[in-house]
């Protein structure tokens, strides 16, 4: 089955830096890349998505990119804001979704 | 619409003890799935069902057990619980399967003592 994998573990930014976070896939018939954001003691949240068919997309401060050739995906945020401290997941799915171990990704002030 | 609900959000359970996590949907999805989140790690998939009276395994369904008897239920029942179910569980439900977006309940916390 799709196995994905997810990096770096933990971040850590200052306030207005940008921040990436990559992901790697095994299954070259995924065909949907979404991205979690998931606050401490809440539910996952969709921050954006990306699919195969695309390979750029952007959503004001943050955008994903997918490169199929070489089945990986990344999540950039710019001008970060402590707002953006959460946990952040990456997925792949051609039909079941399997998820990234996920990202700690610290704002400081 | 209230989305996707779940109860309880808390429990404790004794080893060797069973019960039935609720899930509920209103957005009339064909959809829905049972995750679990152990601490400090991503969303693995238990059980997932395509549409009432279809219901197929995840990646980890070993101990557990589902139902789908209408589009708004989906129900997650663990048999003589373990301490290694001990989890956040996350009931999630989309319209369509594999490129839509899942929306997840707010989680039911599983310790077993």
């Known amino acids: 089955g799709e196995n994905v994998e997810q990096h770096p573990s933990t971040l850590s930014v200052q306030e207005g830096d940008s921040a990436v976070i990559k992901c790697t896939y095994s299954?070259?018939?995924?065909?949907?890349f979404p991205w979690y954001k998931q606050e401490l003691g809440k539910r996952p949240q969709l921050i954006i998505d990306?699919?195969?068919?695309?390979g750029e997309k952007k959503d004001q401060r943050i955008a994903v990119t997918l490169n199929k050739t070489a089945k990986h995906f990344s999540l950039h945020i710019t001008e970060t804001q402590p707002e953006d401290s959460a946990v952040y997941f990456c997925?792949?799915?051609?039909?079941?979704?399997?998820f990234g171990a996920g990202t700690r990704l610290t704002v400081k002030p | 619409n209230a989305g996707v609900t779940q109860t309880p959000k808390f429990r404790i359970l004794k080893i060797g003890q069973s019960m039935t996590l609720q899930c509920a949907q209103d957005?009339?999805?064909?959809?829905m799935y049972w995750y679990r989140q152990d601490p400090g790690m991503g969303l693995k998939l238990i059980y997932y069902?395509?549409?009432?009276?279809?219901?197929d395994k995840g990646e980890v369904p070993n101990g557990y057990n589902v139902s789908r008897s209408t589009t708004e239920d989906f129900p997650l029942r663990l048999e003589l619980a373990a301490p290694s179910q001990t989890s956040v569980y996350f009931c999630?439900?989309?319209?369509?399967?594999?490129?839509?977006?899942?929306?997840f309940g707010p989680g039911t916390r599983l310790t077993v003592l």
């Open positions: 999630a439900s989309s319209y369509v399967g594999g490129g839509d977006e899942q929306f």
């Open positions: 299954d070259s018939a995924s065909n949907y």
């Open positions: 990306i699919r195969s068919n695309v």
């Open positions: 997925a792949a799915s051609i039909g079941d979704m399997r």
């Open positions: 957005m009339n999805h064909n959809y």
């Open positions: 069902s395509v549409g009432a009276g279809i219901t």
